[in-house]
């Protein structure tokens, strides 16, 4: 912390001059001894100097006490009155020199204090720069200005220690050679420093720069040129065939209906195409493949370069790398269609395969929609044939009852209720007559007894008739329980026919379903054996190695530059 330095104020009085004698002229007295030459603008390095803030050079013997000592003296010259001393003298000249240098009053003001610190006492700010001078001390210097607080009990050392110092360039002896000066102006040394840093920089980032050019061709361009040469002179050209099929179902309903056969076919499900996809994928298809026209033995074939050649002796793993990369099969849901690519080292090795292919796609697909069909058809098959045996029990039942009972129980019991329904009503006749004659006061005795011999002769039949219904209602044997049973049976038969016509129903829609279920796999696009290589595809390949291994050299690049960076922390 600083603290603002408290000057000392000076009032300056100009004393009253003495009674001038007679014959002397009061204007001559209290004139300077010498006057002083016209003012003259300052020297523009010494502005420049006091702009930058530096010690301007001390300034010689003013040039009007130099044109005054070197005129010789004149009758003129002679003044009377007081004589100032030849110190106050050359102290007014210097002063006027110091002011003729163009000073600033910030300049002036620095100055005061500097003298004020180092216990000096100017009359003036411009004295202050001539006792400062006179000392030794460039009051403009910065070192001057950071020391102007300082404890108190320093300012004797300091004040001392300045005295000693040299602040202002010497005089050269006149009788000497007068050199250059060997010092560097310190705005020319200033920028040429920046210019040394300025060509050291241009110099690292031209050496970074071609060390940045000597990795990208060796790490990024050595690998595209070596990638390129293999596309373009190397790399065997291959064939690709390209086919389209697709697997569909009929949704006609055969001969059930008006519209039977007429509506059209659909495309089948995705699961349907999925399976055949992957099948057409598989190993299996590959050894299948490979059995029928010899898949492995012609991508061993020693014209087919090292990189795409398949070692002789390959296991089916290692071959069913090889059958990956050069069969292509792709499924689009929204079309249904399957795409298969065959690449071959020959076109029309290329356009067999693909004729193999499609034949084990047809095959798999009939296989499928067969394997649904029949066990639909199996299934109803069955429920219909054991409806048919339950209803062929039924109705053995039936017969085998009514062989064993001889007679229709129902029949036999209603024949018996009609015996009883009519004797009950020819008895309440004849007794109806018989109250009738014994309402009359004399009746007819014969009436009466023939009356009453009919009435008890229907009611002994209408017993007889009761007991033998009775007969036929009880008991386990009776006509009522084999009655039951004979309804029972007949109920089961019926049982058995409703649900022989609901599995006639049944087998007749697994028929229609198993008809709806075949699958066909119609070709749209036949393969075709092509008459230019279609693989490699040189320029795209060699961009896309340039790309690898670009993003490859950037991303160690970073990770390295964030290794140094964590380390060095």
């Not at 720069?209 to 050595?222: D, E």
């Amino acid at each position: 912390m600083t603290t603002k330095p408290k000057a000392r104020k000076f009032r300056i009085k100009r004393a009253t001059p003495a009674a001038a004698p007679k014959g002397t002229d009061a204007v001559e007295r209290d004139a300077p001894a010498a006057a002083p030459p016209k003012p003259q603008a300052p020297d523009a390095p010494r502005a420049a100097a006091a702009s930058r803030g530096e010690a301007p050079r001390a300034a010689a013997p003013s040039q009007a006490a130099a044109a005054s000592a070197a005129r010789p003296p004149s009758p003129s010259d002679a003044r009377s009155g007081e004589v100032s001393s030849a110190t106050e003298v050359s102290g007014e000249q210097d002063i006027d020199a110091i002011r003729r240098e163009g000073l600033t009053g910030r300049q002036l003001r620095m100055a005061r204090r500097v003298a004020q610190k180092h216990g000096l006492a100017p009359t003036s700010d411009f004295d202050a720069v001539r006792l400062l001078r006179a000392e030794g001390i460039d009051p403009f210097q910065r070192s001057n200005m950071l020391e102007l607080v300082v404890p108190q009990d320093k300012q004797s050392t300091g004040t001392a220690l300045q005295k000693g110092r040299i602040q202002l360039p010497q005089t050269v002896p006149a009788g000497g050679r007068n050199l250059p000066s060997t010092d560097v102006n310190p705005m020319e040394r200033r920028m040429r420093e920046i210019s040394d840093i300025q060509r050291d920089i241009t110099k690292r980032r031209r050496r970074k720069m071609g060390l940045l050019m000597v990795r990208l061709a060796f790490f990024v361009g050595l690998p595209t040129i070596m990638g390129g040469y293999y596309f373009y002179n190397i790399a065997t050209p291959m064939y690709a065939t390209d086919s389209q099929f697709l697997i569909i179902q009929n949704e006609g309903t055969g001969g059930l209906g008006p519209l039977g056969g007429l509506l059209p076919t659909q495309f089948a499900n995705s699961a349907d195409s999925i399976a055949t996809q992957s099948y057409l994928q598989s190993k299996d298809a590959m050894l299948r493949l490979d059995r029928d026209v010899g898949f492995m033995k012609h991508f061993s074939d020693p014209a087919i370069d090292p990189i795409q050649r398949m070692n002789p002796d390959a296991s089916n793993e290692e071959a069913y790398k090889h059958y990956k990369d050069n069969v292509k099969i792709g499924y689009d849901p929204t079309e249904g269609m399957i795409r298969m690519e065959v690449i071959a080292a020959d076109p029309e090795v290329a356009k067999d395969f693909s004729e193999h292919l499609l034949e084990y796609a047809e095959e798999r697909v009939n296989a499928l929609s067969q394997q649904k069909r029949e066990d639909g058809m199996r299934d109803a098959r069955e429920a219909y044939e054991q409806t048919v045996a339950k209803r062929r029990e039924a109705q053995e039942a039936l017969i085998k009852l009514q062989v064993d009972n001889g007679v229709d129980p129902q029949a036999v019991i209603a024949s018996i209720r009609g015996q009883i329904t009519n004797y009950e009503t020819l008895l309440l006749e004849k007794e109806l007559e018989l109250a009738a004659l014994l309402d009359n006061p004399r009746p007819n005795r014969a009436k009466v007894d023939g009356a009453q011999g009919d009435v008890r002769r229907l009611s002994a039949q209408l017993d007889k008739l009761n007991e033998r219904m009775n007969s036929a209602t009880e008991g386990t044997n009776s006509l009522a329980q084999q009655a039951v049973s004979l309804q029972l049976a007949q109920a089961d038969l019926a049982a058995a026919d409703a649900a022989l016509q609901a599995s006639q129903t049944q087998m007749e829609q697994a028929r229609t379903e198993a008809s709806r279920q075949v699958r066909y796999l119609t070709v749209a696009v036949r393969p075709v054996a092509s008459q230019s290589a279609s693989y490699p595809r040189k320029f795209e390949n060699t961009i896309l190695t340039f790309l690898i291994f670009a993003g490859i050299y950037l991303m160690l690049s970073l990770t390295s530059s964030i290794l140094k960076e964590q380390v060095t922390k």
